[in-house]
């Protein structure tokens, strides 16, 4: 049982950062969200070349 405490007393909390990249992008689904069609069309964009490179990759 002793070993098992330890484990548990090393484990400390970091604190997360997140990416500009996914920062970015989560404004600019909250754009989305609230109605700004340019925001949709980037969005939609992104999602058209991903899927398509996906379906590359796999051909």
Do not use: C, F, W, Y
Not at 33 to 41: E, M, P, T, V
């Amino acid at each position: 049982m002793k070993g098992r405490e330890n484990l548990a007393e090393k484990k400390k909390a970091r604190p997360v950062e997140t990416s500009p990249r996914i920062l970015s992008q989560i404004e600019l689904l909250k754009k989305a969200k609230s109605g700004d069609l340019l925001a949709n069309r980037e969005i939609l964009s992104r999602l058209n070349d991903r899927n398509a490179k996906e379906e590359q990759s796999r051909d």
